[in-house]
């Protein structure tokens, strides 16, 4: 959220990493300040616009959830929530003012901006003007409850105590020779610059100018209460808890198409065999018997010629295996008279039990909408 991808390293990850990488920031034990729950909230409203935009998959979704519920959990059972603090309440507390008395000039919309905001009003700070030279600042007072600078940023520069600036766009918006010229009509006034940017919103040599009392995260940095190593090598077992419980799921995922597809073909059968039942009159018992042997034995035709393929190919082992995964069937191989283990399912619990996977009951077998709702279980 602080800087331009184009001016600052880009790191690859890949498979179960990304996740590793997305649980720790989230868990802020890859920030400036350890422990910090400013990126929790952005991953939360990350989520919630991917949401509403329709481009929330379901990896996307349940990752983000777990790594967020992981964070819960890291500021709950650690002591790191309350020792590193947010980057913003962290720099806020570095300026020593009253700041109920103070005019705060904020650069920046962005996520940050919203933290800074928050973070102000805590202190009791009433007077607060955003400028943005993308344009945004009246939609961000508007929906912050702050003034709006539109005009030039120089007088309003000029009549600040205190700026914040999170912009981040890798080009310095607070240069030497504007801070210099804001300096000198203030009669001596100290200006505090608060910069919380990753890529400096400060132009190098602001901070030497006199009259000004400058912090950027480095300063942030040294003033963050170390965390304690038990407190972050708790943290980080909370955190691979966090992770192996998602791969897990993730990994019972894996056979969602195949079921899906099961399902999608034992429905087209049913279907097909509804269809063949006489209509407008009530259906006699031999019809209906008739009509669940001639299911029952498709549902076995193609399995059965796979089973005899199987055998002749030398491949029984394989079939047997298989069969006993899928069904709990243990036939003995090579006895053809022996009975096979059978696991029987009750038909009094089918009405309530439904697919682990993708959350089908009995009555979606034969409804002509179950492909939409299997894509709506996804």
Not at 14 to 40: C, K, Y
Not at 181 to 208: H, K, N, P, Q
Not at 287 to 305: M, S, Y
């Amino acid at each position: 959220p602080h800087a331009d991808p184009d001016t600052i390293p880009l790191r690859a990850r890949h498979a179960t990493a990304v996740l590793w990488h997305l649980f720790e920031v989230g868990a802020g034990l890859d920030s400036v300040v350890v422990g910090e729950r400013e990126v929790a909230g952005q991953l939360r409203r990350a989520l919630k616009t991917a949401r509403r935009e329709g481009t929330a998959t379901y990896l996307l979704s349940g990752s983000i959830e777990q790594a967020l519920r992981t964070s819960r959990r890291v500021a709950h059972l650690t002591r790191l929530a309350s020792n590193g603090r947010s980057i913003v309440s962290v720099g806020l507390d570095q300026v020593p003012r009253d700041w109920a008395a103070s005019r705060v000039l904020l650069l920046g919309t962005g996520a940050y901006a919203g933290a800074v905001v928050a973070a102000l009003m805590d202190r009791g700070c009433g007077d607060i003007s955003v400028h943005s030279s993308s344009g945004r600042a009246a939609s961000f007072a508007h929906s912050h409850g702050v003034a709006a600078i539109t005009g030039p940023l120089a007088p309003a520069l000029a009549d600040a105590d205190v700026v914040v600036t999170c912009r981040g766009v890798g080009t310095p918006i607070l240069t030497v020779a504007g801070v210099a010229g804001a300096l000198a009509g203030r009669g001596g006034r100290v200006l505090d610059i608060v910069d919380l940017a990753l890529a400096r919103d400060t132009e190098e040599g602001v901070a030497r100018l006199p009259g000004v009392r400058f912090v950027d995260l480095a300063a942030v940095q040294r003033h963050v209460p170390e965390a304690s190593a038990a407190e972050v090598a708790r943290a980080e077992r909370l955190v691979a808890e966090g992770v192996e419980d998602l791969i897990a799921k993730l990994k019972g995922r894996q056979l969602d198409p195949a079921v899906i597809a099961l399902r999608d073909n034992v429905t087209a059968m049913v279907a097909d065999e509804v269809a063949r039942l006489p209509q407008g009159r009530p259906i006699a018992p031999d019809e209906a018997a008739h009509a669940l042997r001639r299911l029952a034995a498709r549902l076995i035709h193609e399995p059965t010629i796979r089973a005899r393929r199987a055998g002749e190919e030398g491949r029984g082992e394989v079939y047997l295996a298989a069969l006993s995964e899928l069904y709990g069937i243990e036939a003995g191989l090579g006895h053809p008279g022996s009975t096979p283990a059978r696991v029987v399912v009750d038909p009094d619990t089918l009405d309530e039990a439904r697919c682990p996977a993708v959350g089908f009951d009995l009555t979606d077998l034969g409804e002509g909408h179950v492909g939409v709702r299997h894509l709506e279980a996804m």
